[in-house]
């Protein structure tokens, strides 16, 4: 099983810090050319890995924090992200409610993501559930 972080903002931080202290390598992208926070990844940790995003994507499970606006940017980096696992920590603060059709935004984010099924979001809150007690 492996785990990358999409956005490398003040909540990607705070995630691959948490990844750190559980001792779990984690793959970081933004739209940046990874030398540019290889750095900041540095000072987090030996196992926050940049990547190219089109790189990171290929984990078995992605945590998606990017902006709200981003998240149909991160999902054409796949053509399908069936059989993946996203932990959507999203936002959509301040986005109408139209544009979200009425739904949660949580929803409105998983419809963006071809080939991510709805049994995938169990999942994924399973398996959020079970990392979050690592992050003390
Ligand atoms: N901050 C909070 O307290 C808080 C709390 C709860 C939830 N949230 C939610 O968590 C999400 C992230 O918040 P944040 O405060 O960390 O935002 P942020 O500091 O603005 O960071 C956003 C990150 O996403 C990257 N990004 C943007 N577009 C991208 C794309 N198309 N592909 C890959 N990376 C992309 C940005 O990198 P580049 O633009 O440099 O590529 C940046 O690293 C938001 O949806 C927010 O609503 C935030």
């Not at 931080?13 to 992208?29: K, M, T, W, Y």
């Not at 054409?76 to 979200?100: F, R």
């Not at 949660?104 to 007690?133: E, H, I, K, M, Y």
Request: glycine fraction near 10%; charged fraction near 20%.
């Amino acid at each position: 099983m492996n785990y990358a972080i999409i956005g490398f903002g003040k909540i990607g931080q705070a995630l691959a810090a948490a990844f750190a202290r559980s001792g779990i390598e984690v793959a970081v992208a933004t739209t940046r050319d990874p030398a540019s926070f290889a750095s900041a990844a540095a000072a987090i940790g030996p196992g926050i890995i940049p990547k190219k995003l089109a790189e990171a994507v290929k984990a078995d499970i992605v945590f998606l924090a990017v902006g709200f606006a981003s998240h149909r940017d991160v999902a054409k980096a796949l053509p399908t992200w069936k059989g993946k696992t996203i932990v959507d920590v999203t936002n959509a603060y301040g986005v109408p409610p139209e544009e979200l059709g009425g739904q949660p935004s949580s929803r409105a984010v998983a419809q963006a993501f071809t080939g991510f099924l709805a049994d995938q979001t169990r999942r994924a809150f399973g398996r959020w559930t079970a990392c979050a007690g690592a992050w003390k």
